[in-house]
């Protein structure tokens, strides 16, 4: 018997060469860059980003990510004219005085409007600190610098580190060096970046008279309370250094709220200060910034998350998007798994649960080291709408 007419086994032949149902319509297929093609020769970023969301796996999320931050960052709303036309007309109808309503209590942040007074989303930056100490801190300076966010969330380590930079360089190490020598050697490791320890004793130079004359103002004025953005505030503007994303917020007044300020380098200076003035003591309310993050929330007419790491930083901010009853727009880039219940490797879908992301958000998580994948994101981005305004 021939090979053409010999039959296959029934139960192989089932499992092997079972017939599928027909692809939905609108189904896209799975295609990448096409680099022979002479457009795509010295590709843009943007565009080189746009082929990626449908090359699947992680390079799809970067492109979803990136056409997320595109609807938060050109979103626009009423005008606050139009707001308050339609309070009064509202009031007029129902027969009630026009009243300021949550906006104007006390503690709420000024709206979020463009040049023509339209509503803008309200874009929450979250990062680790890893992420200023290294070379990504650039990128983070520039949303800053051009107000292309509302608000920061970091860690007490984003905070004094970028001060650091400022003082003295980081360099590139190797995350195979051992502990042991580098203690010797007065060097930190921070993956495969190396600080010298030097550094911090620069930071303690530079930030003990800053203490010294906040604790003065704070006697001086028994009105006067110091938070953690208002400190951090200071010190961007006594780094006076546009190299640095503290002095950007400060100069563009964007609040940067650290909930843990005292768990790094700044808390260790602030411990020996208690020992420098004591009996004085420099206060810092921590209930004053949680009030003020809460408000910029409550106030935000559209509510976008760009959160980069996990721990602390995603979850404030995304506990202040649960007084609005959940952000509009979410982007979380790390590396997290959710398997053990850690709050980094959630989805945002576990957020949608607790109220901090709405059920109709726009939402994705980038599985990936942001230093590689924000620097693309923003370019693509934010950059690429200062390269439309050039052209």
């Given amino acids: 018997m021939s090979n053409g007419s010999a039959k296959l086994p029934p139960l192989a032949s089932t499992a092997v060469l079972k017939h599928s149902d027909p692809v939905p319509s609108g189904s896209v297929r799975v ?3 096409d680099f022979d093609l002479a457009e ?4 843009r970023v943007s565009t080189l980003v746009r082929s990626m969301k449908t090359m699947g796996f992680q390079a799809t999320s970067v492109g979803t990510a990136c056409e997320i931050i595109d609807e938060m960052r050109r979103w626009r709303g009423k005008t606050k004219e139009e707001r308050e036309s339609e309070k009064v007309a509202k009031a007029a109808a129902s027969g009630t005085p026009v009243d300021g309503g949550e906006e104007e209590e006390e503690g709420y942040e000024a709206d979020y409007t463009d040049a023509s007074g339209s509503a803008r989303c309200t874009i929450f930056l979250g990062y680790t600190s890893n992420l200023i100490s290294s070379g990504l801190r650039s990128t983070l300076r520039y949303l800053v610098k051009h107000k292309y966010v509302s608000a920061i969330v970091t860690t007490a380590g984003g905070v004094e580190e970028d001060i650091i930079k400022c003082l003295a360089p980081t360099f590139l ?3 195979s060096l051992p502990g042991r020598g580098l203690r010797d050697q007065g060097m930190n ?3 495969n970046l190396l600080v010298p320890n030097d550094n911090y004793c620069l930071f303690e130079e530079w930030i003990v008279p800053v203490l010294d004359k906040m604790l003065a103002e704070q006697e001086a004025d028994p009105e006067l309370v110091w938070s953690p953005s208002t400190v951090i505030a200071r010190l961007g503007k006594q780094i006076d250094n546009e190299d640095s994303v503290l002095y950007w917020a400060y100069k563009n007044d964007i609040p940067i709220f650290c909930p843990a300020l005292t768990d790094g ?3 260790d200076m602030l411990f020996f200060h208690t020992f420098r003035t004591s009996p004085q003591q420099l206060k810092i309310d921590i209930v004053s910034d949680i009030r003020r993050i809460n408000s910029m929330s409550m106030a935000a007419d559209r509510a976008g998350m760009i959160i980069l790491g996990g721990g602390i930083v995603k979850h ?3 506990n202040a998007c649960l007084m609005r009853n959940g952000a509009d727009y979410a982007v979380y880039i790390n590396t997290g798994q959710e398997f053990d219940g850690s709050d980094a490797g959630a989805r945002p879908d576990e957020a949608v649960s607790w109220g901090k992301i709405r059920a109709d958000a726009r939402s994705v998580k980038v599985y990936a080291d942001a230093t590689i994948v ?3 994101v923003v370019a693509a981005t934010f950059a690429a709408e200062d ?3 050039k052209e």
């Fill in 31 to 33: 295609s990448g860059i």
């Fill in 40 to 43: 795509n020769k010295n590709v």
């Fill in 173 to 175: 190490g190797d995350f």
């Fill in 189 to 191: 490791r921070i993956g």
């Fill in 265 to 267: 380098s700044i808390g």
């Fill in 316 to 318: 404030h901010i995304a």
């Fill in 374 to 376: 924000f620097p693309l």
């Fill in 387 to 389: 390269d439309e305004v």
